[in-house]
């Protein structure tokens, strides 16, 4: 059975970072491209990041390109998000799932809220 367990965020002030990690299992993890996504109050879940499975490719929406990097760690089954220079907009609930830049897999994870406030 396919599980994603999301983890790491927190609340933290402008300009902080975090690195939120996602465990999976239940499927051969270093053969799958894997994705982060974002949630926030009212707004539909988007695409934040995706990486290759090899992590050779990376993916990023343009609203965090240059301020988040997305990297796994294969021996470990993790996939995990540095956020750096975090805006208040950032503020979401924080899910991973298979595939480079849509989900592939119908079930998420309790995913991981990520909360930037001053």
């Known amino acids: 059975q396919v599980q994603f367990v999301e983890s790491g965020g927190g609340l933290v002030q402008p300009g902080g970072s975090l690195r939120p990690s996602c465990a999976a299992s239940g499927f051969n993890f270093s053969t799958r491209f894997m994705s982060w996504y974002r949630q926030a109050p009212g707004k539909e879940r988007e695409l934040v990041a995706g990486?290759?499975?090899?992590?050779?490719?990376?993916n990023y929406a343009d609203s965090v390109q240059g301020r988040f990097t997305i990297s796994r760690d294969n021996a470990k089954n993790t996939v995990y998000l540095q956020m750096n220079s975090l805006k208040p907009e950032d503020t979401a609930v924080y899910y991973c799932?298979?595939?480079?830049?849509?989900?592939?897999?119908?079930?998420w994870g309790q995913g991981t809220q990520v909360t930037v406030s001053s």
């Open positions: 990486i290759s499975n090899v992590g050779d490719r990376t």
């Open positions: 799932n298979i595939g480079f830049r849509s989900p592939l897999y119908d079930s």
